[in-house]
Every structure is written in structure tokens, then in C-alpha cells.
């Protein structure tokens, strides 16, 4: 019987970082100009029942509905992909501003939630409910992050991060919103 012990070793691999270089260019030009806007395009197709297919710069998302609400339960509810999307918005950010910090992370994931009814029935004779009374009602999100930093430092990096969100932010504050038929 061997009496050599040794400590166990850690093994830490960080995320795959992003161009910091980049970023702060990136962020300069937003100085420079804070009324910058971009513009994002989706082109969504309908394959019936409520399957659809979004066509969004070379790539495609799918969504559909799950077998109790009439759907072909294939993909992600519309709900589903909404969290989705601010899921990634925040784990951009918070990839950003921990880059700013010149943090390096070795963990992040985001777990949601979202609390959304639809007794309006997509307004197909439900519930006569205002917007207000519509969409998500509360949504919840806990962020798992582990990198090089005291876990004070990461939590402030989170709270930036979800402060400069522009996804969370539109969940947060009314858009000007409009739909019309095409020409």
C-alpha cells in the first residue's frame, strides 16, 4: 500500500473568450454616438397549424405550439423562444462586461422563467383581456457564473449586464409597436 498521497489538483478552463479589443472599439463608437441603432429582420413563414418557420440572417428558429394548445409540439412555444432570446441577450452581456473587467469566466448559464396565461385565446374568443392583462406577467432569472473574480465582483457584473440589456429592457419598458398588411 502506497503512503504517497497528493492533493487533488483543480482543473479550471475558462469560456472561449471574445475579441476585447473589438469590444472596446465597439463600445467607443457607442460613445461617440449614442443614438446608434441597428436594425434586426425576421422573415416568418407559416407551415400550418401553428408551426413556423423565421428566417433570420442565414439561419432558421423554429416554433410551434405543444399538443394541449393545438400545436405539433416540434419546437419551442413563441413564449419559450421569447425567454430564449433574453436568455442570450443576458449571457451576452454579461460575457461583455465581465471582458471589460477583464474577468475571465469559466461558467455561465441562466436559468428562466416566465408566468404567461392565454385565457384571451389569441384574442380567438377568449377572455376579453387588455394588453396589460396579457403576456408575460413575471419572469425570473437566476444566473449560475463562476470565473476569477469574488462573487460580489460577478454579481455586479450580472447586475450591469441586465441593466444595459436591450432585449430585458424591452421586456421592461413599452416599445412603439405597429403592424399593418403588406402592400
Not at 419572469?139 to 440589456?165: M, P
Amino acid at each position: 500500500m502506497s503512503t504517497d498521497t497528493q492533493a487533488p489538483q483543480t482543473i479550471t478552463t475558462t469560456l472561449r473568450p471574445i475579441d476585447r479589443e473589438g469590444l472596446l472599439g465597439f463600445a467607443e463608437k457607442g460613445r461617440n454616438n449614442p443614438g446608434m441603432r441597428g436594425t434586426n429582420k425576421v422573415h416568418t413563414v407559416t407551415e400550418g397549424q401553428y408551426r413556423t418557420i423565421s428566417h433570420v440572417n442565414g439561419h432558421e428558429v423554429v416554433v410551434d405550439e405543444p399538443l394541449h394548445l393545438f400545436g405539433q409540439d416540434t419546437a419551442p412555444a413563441p413564449g419559450e423562444i421569447v425567454l430564449s432570446g433574453l436568455g442570450g441577450c443576458l449571457a451576452v452581456g454579461i460575457t461583455a462586461v465581465a471582458t471589460w473587467k477583464q474577468v475571465k469566466l469559466s461558467k455561465l448559464e441562466l436559468f428562466l422563467e416566465g408566468d404567461i396565461g392565454n385565457s384571451a385565446a389569441w384574442g380567438a374568443g377568449g377572455a376579453e383581456n387588455l394588453p396589460p392583462e396579457m403576456g408575460f406577467q413575471a419572469i425570473r432569472v437566476k444566473v449560475l457564473i463562476e470565473g476569477d473574480a469574488s462573487r460580489q465582483t460577478l454579481d455586479e457584473i450580472v447586475q450591469h449586464a441586465n441593466f444595459y440589456s436591450p432585449v430585458a429592457n424591452t421586456m421592461r419598458n413599452p416599445v412603439d409597436f405597429a403592424i399593418s398588411l403588406t402592400d
